[in-house]
Protein backbone atom coordinates (compact mmCIF):
# COMPACT_ATOMS: atom_id res chain seq x y z
CA UNK A 1 0.00 0.00 0.00
CA UNK A 2 1.09 3.15 -0.79
CA UNK A 3 1.64 5.75 2.43
CA UNK A 4 1.36 9.50 2.26
CA UNK A 5 3.56 11.83 3.99
CA UNK A 6 2.90 11.79 7.72
CA UNK A 7 1.14 14.75 9.66
CA UNK A 8 2.36 15.05 12.72
CA UNK A 9 -0.36 13.77 15.86
CA UNK A 10 -1.14 17.48 16.71
CA UNK A 11 -2.73 18.52 12.47
CA UNK A 12 -4.69 15.04 12.71
CA UNK A 13 -8.03 15.85 12.98
CA UNK A 14 -11.46 14.06 11.65
CA UNK A 15 -11.71 14.19 8.00
CA UNK A 16 -8.05 15.71 7.26
CA UNK A 17 -7.07 13.19 4.88
CA UNK A 18 -7.61 15.89 1.81
CA UNK A 19 -6.19 16.53 -1.17
CA UNK A 20 -5.22 20.19 0.73
CA UNK A 21 -3.74 18.16 3.57
CA UNK A 22 -1.99 16.02 1.58
CA UNK A 23 -0.26 19.20 -0.04
CA UNK A 24 0.29 20.75 3.44
CA UNK A 25 2.32 17.28 5.04
CA UNK A 26 4.19 17.55 1.35
CA UNK A 27 5.41 20.98 2.53
CA UNK A 28 6.30 19.68 5.60
CA UNK A 29 8.60 17.07 4.52
CA UNK A 30 10.27 19.48 2.48
CA UNK A 31 10.24 22.09 5.10
CA UNK A 32 11.80 19.64 7.58
CA UNK A 33 15.05 19.93 6.66
CA UNK A 34 17.88 21.51 5.16
CA UNK A 35 18.22 19.89 1.74
CA UNK A 36 16.64 20.48 -2.17
CA UNK A 37 14.45 17.50 -3.23
CA UNK A 38 13.81 15.91 -6.78
CA UNK A 39 11.18 14.79 -7.78
CA UNK A 40 12.28 11.03 -7.41
CA UNK A 41 14.08 11.39 -3.92
CA UNK A 42 10.51 12.44 -3.02
CA UNK A 43 8.62 9.60 -4.20
CA UNK A 44 11.40 7.61 -2.32
CA UNK A 45 10.29 9.78 0.94
CA UNK A 46 6.42 9.59 0.82
CA UNK A 47 5.85 6.40 -1.00
CA UNK A 48 3.28 8.53 -3.29
CA UNK A 49 3.21 7.44 -6.86
CA UNK A 50 5.68 9.97 -9.50
CA UNK A 51 2.31 11.35 -11.37
CA UNK A 52 0.48 12.47 -8.07
CA UNK A 53 3.52 14.15 -7.01
CA UNK A 54 4.06 15.58 -9.97
CA UNK A 55 0.87 17.17 -10.15
CA UNK A 56 1.07 17.93 -6.05
CA UNK A 57 4.58 19.95 -6.46
CA UNK A 58 2.93 21.55 -9.59
CA UNK A 59 0.38 22.86 -8.11
CA UNK A 60 2.75 24.07 -4.57
CA UNK A 61 4.84 25.89 -7.21
CA UNK A 62 2.14 27.65 -9.35
CA UNK A 63 1.04 28.83 -5.22
CA UNK A 64 4.74 30.59 -4.85
CA UNK A 65 4.67 27.74 -1.78
CA UNK A 66 8.08 25.97 -3.40
CA UNK A 67 10.25 27.05 -6.12
CA UNK A 68 12.05 25.01 -8.80
CA UNK A 69 15.96 25.46 -8.57
CA UNK A 70 18.42 26.53 -11.51
CA UNK A 71 18.53 23.10 -12.24
CA UNK A 72 14.48 22.78 -12.93
CA UNK A 73 15.18 19.18 -10.93
CA UNK A 74 15.09 20.29 -7.38
CA UNK A 75 12.50 21.76 -5.45
CA UNK A 76 12.69 24.47 -2.66
CA UNK A 77 10.74 26.50 -0.05
CA UNK A 78 8.93 29.16 -2.34
CA UNK A 79 9.44 33.39 -1.43
CA UNK A 80 5.55 33.00 -0.25
CA UNK A 81 5.87 29.90 2.37
CA UNK A 82 9.08 32.17 3.91
CA UNK A 83 6.67 34.75 4.17
CA UNK A 84 4.62 32.41 5.59
CA UNK A 85 7.12 31.74 8.30
CA UNK A 86 8.40 35.04 8.88
CA UNK A 87 4.79 36.53 9.60
CA UNK A 88 3.74 33.84 12.01
CA UNK A 89 7.35 34.65 13.97
CA UNK A 90 6.14 38.19 13.84
CA UNK A 91 2.64 38.22 14.59
CA UNK A 92 3.08 34.70 17.10
CA UNK A 93 1.15 34.84 20.86
CA UNK A 94 4.31 35.60 22.56
CA UNK A 95 5.19 39.09 20.79
CA UNK A 96 3.89 41.22 23.90
CA UNK A 97 6.13 38.83 26.15
CA UNK A 98 9.15 39.20 24.10
CA UNK A 99 8.64 42.93 23.56
CA UNK A 100 8.13 43.26 27.41
CA UNK A 101 11.79 41.99 28.13
CA UNK A 102 13.34 43.57 24.87
CA UNK A 103 12.24 47.19 26.31
CA UNK A 104 13.29 46.15 29.78
CA UNK A 105 16.90 45.17 28.51
CA UNK A 106 16.52 48.84 26.46
CA UNK A 107 16.09 50.42 29.66
CA UNK A 108 19.23 48.52 31.29
CA UNK A 109 21.84 49.25 28.83
CA UNK A 110 21.05 52.40 27.32
CA UNK A 111 20.74 51.57 23.51
CA UNK A 112 18.51 50.65 20.70
CA UNK A 113 18.29 46.39 21.10
CA UNK A 114 16.15 43.99 18.42
CA UNK A 115 15.12 40.56 18.01
CA UNK A 116 16.06 39.22 14.90
CA UNK A 117 15.43 35.90 12.34
CA UNK A 118 17.08 34.31 9.82
CA UNK A 119 15.42 34.41 6.77
CA UNK A 120 17.53 32.50 3.31
CA UNK A 121 20.49 35.16 2.70
CA UNK A 122 18.98 37.77 5.28
CA UNK A 123 18.00 38.68 8.52
CA UNK A 124 14.49 40.12 9.47
CA UNK A 125 14.05 42.02 12.40
CA UNK A 126 10.96 41.06 14.41
CA UNK A 127 10.89 43.40 16.52
CA UNK A 128 12.59 46.57 18.05
CA UNK A 129 12.79 49.28 20.66
CA UNK A 130 14.55 52.27 20.03
CA UNK A 131 17.04 54.24 22.80
CA UNK A 132 15.96 57.55 23.81
CA UNK A 133 18.98 59.38 22.70
CA UNK A 134 18.78 61.74 19.95
CA UNK A 135 21.24 59.95 17.70
CA UNK A 136 20.60 56.66 16.19
CA UNK A 137 19.90 54.44 13.63
CA UNK A 138 15.83 53.23 12.89
CA UNK A 139 15.14 50.20 11.56
CA UNK A 140 11.75 48.79 12.10
CA UNK A 141 10.28 45.35 12.92
CA UNK A 142 10.03 43.61 9.25
CA UNK A 143 13.65 45.04 8.00
CA UNK A 144 16.03 43.19 6.13
CA UNK A 145 19.88 43.10 6.45
CA UNK A 146 22.04 40.99 5.01
CA UNK A 147 23.37 37.83 6.87
CA UNK A 148 27.23 38.22 5.76
CA UNK A 149 27.76 41.47 7.55
CA UNK A 150 24.88 41.84 10.40
CA UNK A 151 26.01 40.55 13.75
CA UNK A 152 22.82 38.29 13.84
CA UNK A 153 23.50 36.70 10.39
CA UNK A 154 26.62 35.19 11.46
CA UNK A 155 25.53 34.22 14.69
CA UNK A 156 22.50 32.26 13.35
CA UNK A 157 25.03 31.08 10.10
CA UNK A 158 27.52 29.50 12.98
CA UNK A 159 24.56 27.37 13.51
CA UNK A 160 25.01 25.81 9.92
CA UNK A 161 27.29 23.25 8.72
CA UNK A 162 30.25 24.83 6.09
CA UNK A 163 28.21 22.93 3.14
CA UNK A 164 24.62 24.68 4.08
CA UNK A 165 26.40 28.12 4.49
CA UNK A 166 28.23 27.65 1.35
CA UNK A 167 25.13 26.60 -0.21
CA UNK A 168 23.22 29.88 0.82
CA UNK A 169 25.57 31.84 0.14
CA UNK A 170 27.58 31.14 -2.35
CA UNK A 171 25.64 31.64 -5.16
CA UNK A 172 26.64 34.97 -5.39
CA UNK A 173 29.04 37.48 -4.97
CA UNK A 174 28.94 39.02 -0.96
CA UNK A 175 28.02 43.02 -1.85
CA UNK A 176 30.64 45.41 0.20
CA UNK A 177 28.79 47.94 1.73
CA UNK A 178 31.56 49.22 3.52
CA UNK A 179 35.27 49.12 3.85
CA UNK A 180 34.85 46.35 6.84
CA UNK A 181 32.37 44.06 5.12
CA UNK A 182 33.16 40.73 4.45
CA UNK A 183 33.27 39.31 1.03
CA UNK A 184 35.53 36.37 0.50
CA UNK A 185 34.22 33.46 1.92
CA UNK A 186 37.24 31.91 2.98
CA UNK A 187 37.69 34.99 5.61
CA UNK A 188 34.00 35.04 6.65
CA UNK A 189 33.96 31.66 7.00
CA UNK A 190 37.23 32.13 9.56
CA UNK A 191 35.03 34.75 11.42
CA UNK A 192 32.18 32.55 11.83
CA UNK A 193 34.25 29.92 13.50
CA UNK A 194 35.36 32.61 15.82
CA UNK A 195 31.75 33.09 16.45
CA UNK A 196 31.06 29.51 16.94
CA UNK A 197 34.25 29.90 19.77
CA UNK A 198 33.03 32.81 21.06
CA UNK A 199 29.23 32.34 21.41
CA UNK A 200 28.47 36.36 20.04
CA UNK A 201 29.24 38.40 17.00
CA UNK A 202 29.81 41.86 16.17
CA UNK A 203 29.34 44.10 13.47
CA UNK A 204 31.78 46.50 13.62
CA UNK A 205 30.74 48.72 11.04
CA UNK A 206 30.54 46.37 8.70
CA UNK A 207 26.78 47.05 7.31
CA UNK A 208 26.41 51.03 7.78
CA UNK A 209 29.26 53.28 8.66
CA UNK A 210 29.31 54.32 11.87
CA UNK A 211 26.96 51.55 13.46
CA UNK A 212 28.13 48.70 15.78
CA UNK A 213 26.28 46.05 16.91
CA UNK A 214 26.97 42.81 18.86
CA UNK A 215 24.18 40.14 19.57
CA UNK A 216 23.90 36.87 20.62
CA UNK A 217 21.84 33.79 20.07
CA UNK A 218 18.27 33.03 22.36
CA UNK A 219 18.76 29.22 23.57
CA UNK A 220 16.37 26.48 22.53
CA UNK A 221 15.47 23.27 24.03
CA UNK A 222 15.56 22.12 20.79
CA UNK A 223 19.23 23.06 19.74
CA UNK A 224 18.81 24.78 17.18
CA UNK A 225 17.44 28.18 17.37
CA UNK A 226 16.61 30.64 14.39
CA UNK A 227 16.06 33.55 17.29
CA UNK A 228 18.86 36.53 18.29
CA UNK A 229 18.73 39.35 20.41
CA UNK A 230 21.29 42.01 19.53
CA UNK A 231 22.54 45.96 20.71
CA UNK A 232 23.32 48.68 17.94
CA UNK A 233 24.14 51.75 18.32
CA UNK A 234 26.70 54.90 16.36
CA UNK A 235 30.14 54.38 17.02
CA UNK A 236 30.79 57.19 19.22
CA UNK A 237 28.63 55.49 21.57
CA UNK A 238 29.33 51.75 21.20
CA UNK A 239 32.82 50.75 20.28
CA UNK A 240 33.53 47.16 19.48
CA UNK A 241 35.13 47.14 22.85
CA UNK A 242 32.00 48.11 24.77
CA UNK A 243 29.90 45.61 22.82
CA UNK A 244 31.62 42.91 24.58
CA UNK A 245 30.86 44.49 28.06
CA UNK A 246 27.56 44.04 27.18
CA UNK A 247 27.15 40.59 26.30
CA UNK A 248 26.29 39.34 30.21
CA UNK A 249 23.09 42.27 29.39
CA UNK A 250 22.17 40.49 26.08
CA UNK A 251 22.73 36.89 27.74
CA UNK A 252 20.50 37.46 30.47
CA UNK A 253 17.32 38.83 28.45
CA UNK A 254 18.13 35.99 25.86
CA UNK A 255 17.46 33.61 28.24
CA UNK A 256 14.53 35.32 29.37
CA UNK A 257 13.18 34.96 25.53
CA UNK A 258 14.07 31.24 25.97
CA UNK A 259 11.83 30.70 28.64
CA UNK A 260 8.85 32.67 26.95
CA UNK A 261 9.11 30.53 23.92
CA UNK A 262 8.95 26.90 25.85
CA UNK A 263 6.44 28.22 28.25
Not at 12 to 41: H, N
Not at 247 to 258: G, M
Amino acid sequence: MKRVPALPAEAAEPGGDTPTMRLFALLEVIAAKDQRYSLQALVEQTGLPKPTLHRMLQQLEAAGLLQREGDGRHYGTGTRLRRLAENLLLNDTHHGARHVVLRQLVEEIGESCNITALSGGEVVYLDRVETAAPLRFYLHPGSRVPAHCSASGKVLLAQMSPAQRQRLLGHAPLVKYTAKTLTDLGRLEKEIQRVQADGYALDDEEFLPGLVCAAVRVPSGAGLSNLCIAVQAPVMRLSAAKARRLLPALRRAALELSRIDEA
